[in-house]
């Protein structure tokens, strides 16, 4: 992955993965503004569209970092260009010398259950180990967010351990579960 060039828009058979822009901070902001599905995401729920703003020139960011990475906004294939946000998929914190990042991703509420993050996933991984040449994802999530953890390990990720307090959001230390995902292991659709 280079941080410059075109953003790297990625398309499944229903879903296109593409660059976040400012016009998406209302769905954005519907999404972490939302308190209880925030309890899961790691940051303080946004408050207004000036926060969700803010969050979208953080992603923007990401690709010029040291350790850089990408943030992809979901939207439907069969929507008119630039649909409406369903949630965002990432690869980020890379380590070009070991290899491996972690990834991160957040989906509305009505677009759960219907499959989408697991499609998205697997295309943003593919890519990850094709152009960023990695040999391992990591993931971060809360125990007692089920679907998280079943969602990663139907994708060939495995449980490897407790980080005890590793998070603070909303006022509070969070234990998180440490998953990895080796190159080799990744079932490709």
């Known amino acids: 992955m280079t941080t410059e060039g075109p953003f790297p828009s990625l398309s499944?058979?229903?879903?296109?993965?593409?660059?976040?822009?400012?016009?998406?901070?209302?769905?954005?902001?519907?999404?972490?503004?939302?308190?209880?599905?925030?309890?899961?995401?790691?940051?303080?729920?946004l408050a207004d569209l000036e926060a969700a703003d803010k969050v979208i020139a953080g992603f923007?960011?990401?690709?010029?970092?040291?350790?850089?990475?990408?943030?992809?906004?979901?939207?439907?294939?069969?929507?008119?260009?630039?649909?409406?946000?369903?949630g965002t998929c990432g690869l980020f914190r890379w380590n070009r010398g070991w290899r491996t990042c972690l990834t991160g991703y957040e989906l509305a509420r009505h677009a759960q259950g219907q499959g989408y993050m697991t499609e998205a996933l697997r295309?943003?991984?593919?890519?990850?180990?094709?152009?960023?040449?990695?040999?391992?994802?990591?993931?971060?999530?809360?125990p007692l967010n089920t679907p998280s953890l079943a969602l990663l390990k139907r994708l060939g990720f495995v449980e490897e351990g407790l980080l005890r307090e590793a998070g603070l959001w909303m006022g509070e230390r969070r234990d998180l579960v440490q998953l990895g995902l080796l190159e080799r292991e990744f079932v490709r659709a």
């Open 123 to 142: 295309a943003i991984f593919a890519w990850g180990f094709e152009t960023m040449e990695l040999e391992r994802i990591e993931a971060q999530v809360h």
């Open 12 to 45: 499944t058979k229903r879903l296109q993965l593409r660059e976040i822009v400012a016009s998406d901070a209302p769905a954005l902001l519907a999404i972490h503004g939302d308190r209880e599905a925030m309890k899961w995401f790691g940051s303080d729920p």
């Open 60 to 86: 923007a960011n990401m690709r010029q970092q040291p350790n850089p990475g990408v943030r992809w906004g979901i939207v439907r294939a069969d929507a008119a260009r630039g649909g409406v946000l369903l």
